[in-house]
């Protein structure tokens, strides 16, 4: 399986940006797909999760009513919609797969390669 991450960018505070994310190698309607990021000097967090048949969604509070997860099973892609993005946003943000669990404390099987999002004041 291979996660390919992209849609990140520069941005100012308020505005919005979609991230996408790819999964190549394997049947994408099999997988729970997940959202994380990380700050410098920070540990990883979780952001969002979207269970395999699209039904089931969690946000991190932070992130909640900002951000939507949403899967197209067309294009095998995964997206996170971003809106009114603050500087505290700003973090490599990296997509991540797996069959078994969706459980934003889980250990995903698969991981995508980041992609930087920067929001300035």
């Known amino acids: 399986v291979q996660l390919q991450a992209s849609g990140g960018g520069l941005v100012q505070a308020g505005d919005s940006l979609r991230l996408s994310c790819s999964l190549v190698?394997?049947?994408?309607?099999?997988?729970?797909m997940g959202w994380f990021r990380q700050a410098p000097g920070k540990e990883r967090e979780f952001v969002a999760t979207?269970?395999?048949?699209?039904?089931?969604?969690v946000y991190a509070d932070s992130v909640k009513g900002r951000f939507t997860v949403s899967k197209d099973y067309a294009v095998n892609t995964v997206y996170l919609q971003m809106n009114n993005l603050r500087p505290d946003d700003t973090a490599v943000y990296y997509c991540?797969?797996?069959?078994?669990?969706?459980?934003?404390?889980?250990?995903?099987?698969?991981w995508g390669q980041g992609t930087q999002v920067t929001v300035s004041s």
């Open positions: 991540a797969a797996d069959r078994d669990c969706w459980d934003p404390e889980c250990a995903y099987d698969y």
């Open positions: 190698g394997r049947t994408f309607s099999w997988y729970h």
């Open positions: 979207i269970t395999w048949n699209g039904r089931n969604t």
